[in-house]
């Protein structure tokens, strides 16, 4: 654990082999999660320094939820400062997508790679989950379930992703989503030079393939790498797939 100039930040590290030439991976989960939500695969990539991290509010993390994704980025800025960390690769899901970006439009030279996960420069919430989150919290978590999930999905995921997002407080999730919601990035975006990989499924409902289709014409020299069949989850129901693009991609950096 590693404490930032204002907000403690929980982290753990996975360290596969000898330390590589290649950036070490910073892993930024998204709304209402930590870092359990990246797959083992992911964090234990084989060859690669990995950093998974709790934002603050957050799993392990000391704080409250922040109520802007540029509060979040400000966050993890220092936290890397604090690490004395080289330029890396920032890997973002969802809401850490947005966290991502709004990174690299500040302090791209930090940066040595930008994977964003099903996610967007523009962050719509659907008003019935801002309103449900008080209203009905486990009518709402099963909603989001239902959304975030391909028809795929393994029954177990949705029961373990139902669980563990029950769990998640309601100021929490009602955080992350008011400041989803707030965020877009669409005037923007143009302006990121950090070579940038957009990865998702063709079935998320919540941040639709369009969304990664912008930001993939919107970033020049940009990968798009679409997941058939795979939700909002990609991360979780195809790991073995998002690994190897993830890998493939830092690899193609050196």
């Known amino acids: 654990m590693t404490i930032t100039q204002s907000l403690p930040i929980h982290h753990?590290?996975?360290?596969?082999?000898?330390?590589?030439k290649e950036p070490?991976?910073?892993?930024?989960?998204?709304?209402?999660?930590?870092?359990?939500?990246?797959?083992?695969?992911?964090?234990?990539?084989a060859g690669r320094v990995v950093y998974a991290l709790d934002l603050p509010g957050h799993g392990k993390s000391g704080g409250e939820a922040l109520a802007?994704?540029?509060?979040?980025?400000?966050?993890?800025?220092?936290?890397?400062?604090?690490?004395?960390?080289?330029?890396?690769?920032?890997?973002?899901?969802?809401?850490?997508?947005?966290i991502a970006l709004e990174l690299s439009l500040r302090y791209g030279d930090r940066l040595?790679?930008?994977?964003?996960?099903?996610?967007g420069a523009r962050l719509r919430v659907a008003p019935q989950i801002l309103t449900?989150?008080?209203?009905d919290h486990k009518g709402t978590v099963d909603l989001l379930i239902s959304w975030m999930y391909g028809a795929s999905a393994d029954?177990?995921?949705l029961r373990l992703g139902t669980r563990r997002l029950g769990m998640v407080r309601p100021e929490v999730?009602?955080?992350?989503?008011?400041?989803?919601?707030?965020?877009?990035?669409?005037?923007?975006v143009a302006r990121?030079?950090?070579?940038?990989a957009v990865i998702c499924g063709d079935a998320d409902v919540m941040t639709p393939l369009k969304s990664s289709q912008y930001l993939h014409e919107q970033i020049a020299g940009s990968q798009l790498v679409v997941i058939p069949g795979a939700g909002h989850m990609a991360v979780l129901e195809q790991p073995a797939k998002v690994a190897h693009a993830i890998d493939a991609f830092v690899e193609g950096l050196s």
């Open 12 to 20: 753990k590290l996975y360290a596969s082999g000898p330390h590589p």
């Open 24 to 45: 070490p991976l910073v892993l930024v989960h998204g709304a209402g999660g930590d870092l359990m939500q990246w797959p083992t695969g992911l964090r234990r990539l």
């Open 68 to 98: 802007e994704v540029g509060a979040y980025a400000q966050a993890l800025r220092e936290w890397a400062e604090g690490l004395a960390l080289p330029p890396f690769v920032l890997v973002g899901h969802s809401m850490g997508g947005a």
């Open 112 to 119: 040595a790679g930008l994977v964003l996960i099903s996610t």
């Open 132 to 135: 449900g989150i008080k209203a």
């Open 155 to 157: 029954p177990n995921l």
């Open 173 to 188: 999730l009602l955080a992350d989503f008011a400041a989803c919601n707030a965020f877009d990035r669409r005037a923007d």
């Open 192 to 196: 990121i030079t950090t070579p940038t």
